[in-house]
């Protein structure tokens, strides 16, 4: 393999300049000629019939150009999932009934945001209160409220269930009487969100020749162009959505929104451009947090620590429409069977319908909590049978060819090795249980570990990404990918694919990105899928570039295509340094005696290219992923045993992400899931009441702040290689590391104190209450 | 209600702008003068996005009312490259990866800025003390910890 020049390397972001010194324009950031401001009207309900919107006053108030209602949409639903058994469930404006608190019923575009609000205070909407149910296990009781009463049912004697998934495979009750020591816990996640700092933000303009362009900030375009175009009963084509810097997502921005649909409506309507930005609170009380899951654990295994059965239940409130809640339950049968082999398994998750707001994806997508979960209880198993934690987890690790029960393979992995670097790395089984040690020091350190495994992309529309890469006169290069950098650094390791590919240096190639009518369809930034999916369309896209680029100097030069070599735009003859001809002379010969080919790559990528479709959400048969990541984490705290108070000192992350294609993006990736799971596991909460948001602000809502700063260590596995012009297999590196640190946090926090705290967040007072206890 | 004149400085350039008492200085530098690097993600001082400089002091643009601004020197991040050639905080905040999604940056490293303005050699806490009111969901500090250290030791 020739040495890689650009790959691999820790290159400095493309966007870097732009974002440092403040001109990345980010959609909040944009103004158009004429434009208007909108806002949202939401109702005060968690459930009501809607009697009457009278919108009169509202129309009259000076300034207030477009107010809509649901009665001015075409009345199509749309879903997160669109499948024959999840029909769509959700109206982009409420029409005729409410189901949570802060649903959108009516919006107004107007001169500026002050009249905008004011024409809010002067809608009247007549409402008809109905019962109403917030806990999902209440919901799903015979006398229960129901909240979908028309809508196509999940066939389930329990009610308001919005989607059930149910699998298993071996004989679950013959491994449960075969086992030597059987464990049941309740696990409870906690109501989190995302805290992207830019607030969820659109501007819609329709123009004169009737077609609607959208800048949002959002996690890929392309799926926000085909609801759009859906819900609006627009042609594809006649829906633009471009590229704006998006400040941040974290799960957070996909799927379609209504504040998206009512900026694009009010846009049509008023012939305007319109704007809308939620306010801090707003996105708090009316935008969509995570999915909080309880998940129910029954696990046997052997004396020697090997699992034997396994025995899972999960409950998701998803709210009062499906979001991504009948995905999150599928996705957790994946994360436990992912990371240890099972021999028996029995798996039921069910997403439940509540009047509460709807919920969205959110790195990592249940795997945190769901690992929070089966590694917790791991290592109160290795307890009881006087194993360490460490040897438990080896022995139970997914291996390397591992078939999965579904039928993929995980192919290489690197969990066994993962294991055994972190845990030597932090000296692990030195200084695990030293409880005792420490009983009269009033700050006690713990270490704990989890492990966690993910996937890289997976099909769900669009499906695959496509690339083109253009060789400019100068042989300079522009690139054009429908892949959106939300801060994950795509664009970046893009470019050093390409540079890599053809030959050039990074500075040499123009990124033109994430615009649904100039570039190709990107499977978007949430599915994991960038660096594998999107990085492959690219790979290929450039290495056409560049072999025709080489045909044509081949016959310059009077040689073979695979004698040369390209370097600085120059392409060589291998060994003779003298025979070479520039970038810019090979695309003047090009044109001009290939007849006018001015050279231009092309390329397209799909996992699992021979699976039509995703995996059954209900069953879980079919091909989930060809591509999974694994990784070991140790957490190591320190406890204030007065004050119950938790401080993570140190993160150590041993990772299989195949090969880092930019080792500093991926250590800024390990860092900033490190701190999202420090969040997750210590603080963070988003409180209800009756279907209201308390959590209103960031002084409510705390997340890491500076002073919080975890030291981050990493070590990588790598288990893949890249080479020229053959697809690669690289890992995703942004979801799975968020995942394992949460139990190994919760696993350091019981090293310490001997307190096991089953629902999150670890706060002060639940480790007091378990040491009075005691 | 009633305009009323104010006089600013933005970074080296004077600005006479009649505003309405009440707009904050984040809205008129990001409306009036068109200065977006300053973002707002929370409004109400919890976040440090809109942190900007008063006379080489970092404040929260939208905590502060544009007429208490009169007659000071602002500086914003658009104003910290001179001809061209960046600051060595902007430098190094991109070669150490403290960048990801950037909502956060130009705060950021305006605070670093006067960090490192009163105090050149800070030491690790004392930088990460300084940079408690600026929050950041990208990095987990870790990066951007590295680029203050950096450039506080004149590298970039």
């Known amino acids: 393999m020739d040495e890689l020049s650009y790959v691999g390397k820790s290159v ?80 982009p404006i409420a029409m005729d009934r409410v189901r949570y608190i802060g649903e959108e019923v009516a919006a107004v575009a107007a001169i500026d945001e002050y009249v905008a609000e004011e024409a809010l205070s002067l809608i009247k909407v007549d409402y008809e209160e109905l019962p109403a149910v917030f806990d999902p296990e209440e919901a799903m009781k015979p006398e229960a409220p129901e909240i979908h009463p028309s809508h196509p049912k999940v066939k389930d004697p329990c009610k308001n269930i919005g989607g059930k998934t149910e699998t298993g495979w071996g004989n679950i009750e013959k491994g449960f009487a075969e086992s030597y020591l059987v464990r049941e816990d309740r696990f409870e996640g906690q109501l989190r969100t995302h805290c992207y700092m830019e607030p969820q933000a659109t501007l819609a303009s329709f123009d004169l020749s009737e077609k609607l362009n959208v800048w949002t900030s959002s996690q890929g375009p392309f799926i926000k162009r085909a609801k759009l175009a859906t819900t609006l009963g627009l042609p594809f084509n006649n829906v633009r959505v471009l590229k704006a810097y998006v400040g941040g997502a974290y799960g957070g921005k996909v799927d379609l929104f209504s504040h998206e649909f009512c900026a694009s409506l009010l846009s049509i309507k008023a012939r305007r451009p319109v704007k809308i930005v939620f306010t801090r609170e707003e996105v708090f009380q009316a935008s969509r ?56 398994l029995k798996y039921e998750g069910y997403s439940v319908y509540t009047n509460n707001p709807v919920r969205a994806p959110q790195r990592g997508h249940g795997a945190p909590n769901l690992r929070f979960a089966v590694d917790s209880q791991m290592d109160m198993i290795a307890e009881e049978l006087g194993i360490d934690p460490v040897e438990i987890r080896l022995k139970n690790a997914r291996q390397k060819g591992d078939i999965l029960p579904n039928g993929d393979s995980v192919r290489n992995c690197g969990l066994v090795e993962c294991i055994e670097k972190v845990a030597k790395a932090t000296q692990f089984k030195e200084r695990y249980g030293k409880r ?62 390409v540079a890599e590919e053809i030959g050039v240096s990074i500075e040499d190639i123009r990124v033109v990105a994430a615009d649904t009518e100039t570039t190709p369809v990107d499977i978007g930034s949430w599915i994991s899928g960038g660096a594998y999916v999107s990085g492959n369309a690219v790979k290929m896209a450039a290495s056409d570039a560049r072999r025709q680029l080489f045909e044509v100097a081949a016959q310059e030069l009077e040689c073979n295509p695979e004698e040369l070599i390209a370097k600085n735009r120059e392409i060589f003859v ?16 090009s044109i001009a005696k290939c007849r006018g080919n001015p050279i231009m790559g092309k390329g397209y990528f799909r996992t699992m290219k021979d699976i039509p479709t995703h995996p059954s959400l209900a069953t879980t048969k079919g091909r989930w992923s060809e591509n999974y990541a694994f990784d070991a984490q140790v957490a190591e705290v320190e406890v204030d045993m007065q004050t119950g108070q938790v ?17 500093l993006i991926v250590e800024g990736q390990i860092d900033g899931q490190v701190s999202m799971a420090q969040g997750h596991a210590l603080w963070e909460q988003v409180s209800m009441e009756e279907g209201k948001t308390l959590t209103t602000s960031f002084l409510d809502y705390k997340i890491p702040c500076a002073k919080d700063m975890v030291e981050s ?54 480790i007091l209450m378990g040491l009075k206890e005691k | 209600m009633k305009k009323q004149l104010i006089e600013l400085r933005v970074n ?16 008129v530098l990001r409306e009036d003068l068109g200065l977006t690097g300053a973002k707002e993600a929370c409004g109400t001082g919890e976040c440090g996005a809109c942190t900007v400089l008063m006379d080489g002091k970092s404040i929260l643009s939208c905590l502060t009312l544009a007429i208490e601004a009169q007659g000071k020197k602002i500086t914003t991040i658009e104003g ?51 940079l408690e009111g600026n929050l950041c969901r990208c990095t987990g500090y870790n990066k951007i910890l590295e680029a203050v250290m950096a450039a506080s030791i004149g590298e970039e």
């Open chain 1, 574 to 589: 291998k060994g003779s340094p003298g025979r070479s001809i520039s970038f810019t002379r090979a695309v003047a010969v």
């Open chain 1, 647 to 663: 401080r993570l000192v140190k993160a150590t992350t041993a990772h299989d992400c195949g090969f880092p294609i930019n080792p």
């Open chain 1, 713 to 766: 260590q990493y070590i990588d596995v790598i288990t893949e290689k890249y080479e020229r012009e053959t697809p690669y297999r690289t890992k995703e590196v942004g979801e799975g590391y968020v995942s394992a640190m949460v139990a190994a946090i919760a696993n350091a926090v019981y090293d310490a104190t001997g307190v096991r705290v089953k629902n999150l967040p670890i706060l002060p007072e639940k």
């Open chain 1, 289 to 344: 947090h995570g999915q909080p899951i309880l998940v129910e654990l029954k696990t046997g295994v052997k004396k020697d620590g090997t699992l034997v059965a396994q025995q899972v239940k999960v409950i998701n409130n998803s709210g009062a429409y499906r979001g991504s809640g009948v995905v999150v339950i599928f996705l957790c049968w994946g994360f436990v069977m992912l990371s240890y082999r099972i021999p028996n």
């Open chain 2, 12 to 27: 080296g350039e004077p600005h006479e702008l009649a505003v309405e008492p009440q707009r904050t200085l984040l809205e």
């Open chain 2, 80 to 130: 910290l490259a001179k001809n061209g050639e960046l600051h060595p905080l902007q430098k190094a905040f991109i070669r150490h990866g403290a960048i990801q999604c950037g909502y956060c940056t130009s705060g950021m490293i305006l605070n670093a800025k006067a960090i490192l303005d009163e105090n050149p050699r800070p030491s690790r806490d004392e930088i990460l003390k300084g």
């Open chain 1, 436 to 497: 005792k040690a420490q009983e009269e020091e009033r700050t006690r350190r713990g270490i704990g570990i989890g492990v966690s495994s993910y996937f890289s992309g997976s099909l769900i529309y669009p499906n695959a990404s496509a690339a083109i890469v253009k060789l400019n006169d100068d042989g300079t290069i522009s690139l054009l990918t429908g892949a959106l950098d939300i801060g994950q650094g795509v664009e970046t390791i893009l470019c050093q694919i």
């Open chain 1, 12 to 91: 400095p972001r493309k966007d870097g300049v732009e974002k440092a010194t403040g001109r990345a324009v980010y959609t909040v950031d944009m103004v158009l000629p004429g434009m208007l401001w909108g806002k949202i009207l939401r109702s005060s309900y968690p459930h009501a019939r809607i009697l009457n919107i009278d919108t009169s006053r509202a129309e009259r108030l000076p300034g207030v150009k477009t107010v809509i209602t649901g009665k001015d949409t075409l009345g199509i639903k749309h879903g997160f999932v669109e499948t024959p058994r999840y029909p769509p469930d959700q109206y």
